[in-house]
Each structure stands twice: as structure tokens, then as C-alpha cells.
């Protein structure tokens, strides 16, 4: 917890890992997922923050975290955490325990916006230079492509912070994968006490989690998605929701005066626009947010375009928009945008 309130702001690592041994077959396919749940709760000890829910399917397991969520697939691991987590500190076991699974780290992408709570964080949190050196030291040596930027926006309040590494066989991102990270501020008053639990409530997290899911309408953002859901006590929400080999996920932190939700998804560049465009209206329609801001990392450039087409019939002008070149990552869009009536 924050001093001044919960920093709802995640901080978001995506590592990548190959398999040198050509007739291991990633371990029969199943690569990272092998890790024992004893490993699991040693790396999110270094973290500081615990499971309390999960569910997998052919393609991958994804689980709720008491600070947000981690997804694990064959050869890649997504660990996205807010509030005083020291989520960089995963580094050094995860790629520890992925050895002993004879898989080798090969791509590294660290992101997220400018904190609410700054002060609040704790080592290597404290600041962005911090990060940088703190994941370079704890990086393998083969992975020689680096770079970190910070992703400007007109209120410093809402830049993007991105450090990206590959090695020399997986420098540049090779498949159709978008991924869209969206964190929205100042979220509608009357929408954000949904994601309070009722006094006297004596409904576990998980029930409480499918109600509020129901209520606020984040089931019909992805109705083919199944939903791994929980509700934090007093307040507070997360869900994770699985989609084949794909995943999306929402965080909510409703507390009035720093008001926060953020969503995640990823889709294709090959998936239509307008499936694309009705999934994002929607996940931000279910907070009605006064600021949006909006990463999209992918092999297009064109991306950008159906995200705008998404926030403006919701009266919400782009007011930012950066783009930028990382390894292992290619380009990253970065896009703010603001209720039209608030400048």
C-alpha cells in the first residue's frame, strides 16, 4: 500500500525462452508450464505478491495474482503487478528456473506508464534509470540488442516507459501477435463504486468476482472468453480471461482521487478491424475514464489507426502519439487521449 493511496499504475515483464536441444521438443510442448507451483510461489515471493486464483487451458495457464496477474505459456511468461511490488526482481529465478528446464532467455520486455505514487516505490522501482539497471544486471549476456526509452506525452503524468532486449537470433519480433495495453484515470464515479464489495458482504473473492463481472458488463467484451475473475476486499478488481491461445486481462483500483483500470488483450494483425475496434469501445465504455492512454506493440504501423477509430466515437480525443523501434518487440505505439470536454 502506498502512503498516499493504492498505485494502481501495473508494471508489466514479458520474457521469451528457446529450447537449445532440437529433440526435446520443448519439453513435449509444455516448456515453462512445467514449472511446479513450489517455483511459481518462490518467484512471486521476490515479487511480494501471492496467487489467489487460476485457471490454464491447451494453450497456456493464467492466473490472478494478489497484485494483478501472470500468464504462462510454453516459451513465454507475462507478470504484470501493481501497487509497491518489486516485480524486476523475478528476473533472476524465473530465468533460473527455466535452465533447469533446459530453456535459455532470448527476449525481454519491460513496460509501463509514469507511477501515481512515485515515491512510494521501492527499489529498483524508484525510478526509470533504476529499472534499466537493474534489469541489465540481471540479464544474460547473449542478449546484446538493447534499448529503453521513455515515450513522451504532453502531461508528463502519462509517459510510457519501455525496455526491450533480444538476442541475435530473436532481435526482431517475428510473428502477428498485437498486444494492447490500455490504463485509464479518473474513471466515472458511479461506474468505479461497482468495484466495491457491499458492507456486511460475506461473499468469497471469487463469487463477489463473478458478480461484479456480470454487473459492469465485462462479460460481453469477449463472450467467447472464459473468465477467471476476483474481488478484493473492500474493493478492487481482476480478472483474467482465456480465449483459445489468447488472453485479456482487467485490474481496477476504484478509489476516489486516484481512480484507475487498465485492460489488456492481444489479437493479430491479420484479425478485422471491426472486432478489433468493438472490443476495445467496449472494455473502456465499462469505466467511462476522463484520461486513456494506449500501447500497442506489433509488426504494424497501421495498429494506432483502429485504436483511435475505437476512442473517438466515446468522445475521447487523441491528444499524444509516439512511435518507436525495440528489439525483439518492433514497433511500439504509444497514444493518449482525453474526455473532449477536459483538456
Known amino acids: 500500500m502506498a ?29 515453462l508450464r512445467l514449472l511446479d507451483f513450489e517455483s511459481i510461489e518462490q518467484v512471486l515471493r521476490a515479487v511480494q505478491c ?47 528456473f527455466a535452465n ?6 532470448c527476449g525481454c520486455r519491460y513496460t509501463r506508464g509514469s507511477f501515481i505514487f512515485p515515491k512510494s516505490q521501492p527499489f529498483p522501482h524508484t525510478n526509470f534509470k533504476e529499472e534499466v539497471i537493474y ?37 526482431k519480433k517475428s510473428n502477428s501477435d498485437v498486444t494492447f495495453e490500455i490504463c485509464m484515470t479518473e474513471l466515472d464515479r458511479h461506474l468505479a463504486r461497482k468495484f466495491y464489495k457491499k458492507a456486511g458482504d460475506c461473499k468469497t473473492g471469487d463469487s463477489a468476482g463473478k458478480e461484479m463481472t456480470v454487473l459492469t458488463g465485462i462479460d460481453d467484451i469477449n463472450p467467447s472468453a472464459f473468465i477467471c475473475d476476483f474481488a478484493f476486499d473492500p474493493c478492487g478488481y481482476s480478472m483474467n480471461g482465456i480465449d483459445g491461445d489468447r488472453y485479456s486481462t482487467i485490474h481496477v483500483t476504484p478509489e476516489d482521487g486516484y481512480s484507475y483500470a487498465s485492460f489488456e488483450c492481444v489479437g493479430s494483425v491479420y484479425d478485422d478491424d471491426v472486432d478489433i475496434i468493438e472490443t476495445l469501445k467496449k472494455a473502456v465504455q465499462v ?18 489507426v483502429m485504436v483511435a ?17 525495440f528489439p525483439a518487440a518492433s514497433t511500439v505505439v504509444f ?3 482525453t474526455a473532449a470536454r477536459r483538456k
Open 335 to 337: 497514444q493518449t487521449f
Open 287 to 304: 469505466f467511462k475514464p476522463a484520461t486513456v492512454s494506449v500501447s500497442t506493440t506489433s509488426n504494424s504501423r497501421e495498429v494506432w
Open 3 to 31: 502512503v498516499s493511496g493504492f498505485e494502481g499504475f501495473e508494471k508489466r515483464l514479458e520474457l521469451h525462452f528457446f529450447g537449445d536441444d532440437p529433440l526435446s521438443n520443448i519439453n513435449n510442448n509444455m516448456g
Open 100 to 105: 533447469k528446464l533446459n530453456l535459455k532467455l
Open 135 to 171: 534489469i541489465e544486471e540481471n540479464l544474460p549476456k547473449n542478449l546484446v540488442y538493447r534499448k529503453a526509452a521513455v515515450m513522451p506525452s504532453k502531461n508528463p503524468c502519462y509517459s510510457w516507459h519501455v525496455f526491450a532486449a533480444g538476442d541475435q537470433n530473436h532481435r
Open 50 to 96: 501471492t496467487v489467489v486464483s487460476a485457471v490454464g487451458n491447451h494453450f497456456f495457464d493464467a492466473y490472478v495474482l494478489s497484485e494483478s496477474s501472470m500468464f504462462v505459456y510454453p516459451t513465454k511468461i507475462i507478470i504484470k503487478t501493481c501497487g509497491t511490488t518489486q516485480l524486476l526482481k523475478s528476473i533472476r529465478p524465473l530465468t533460473h
Open 309 to 325: 477509430r475505437a476512442m473517438e466515437p466515446l468522445g475521447l480525443k487523441c491528444r499524444t502519439f509516439a512511435m518507436d523501434e
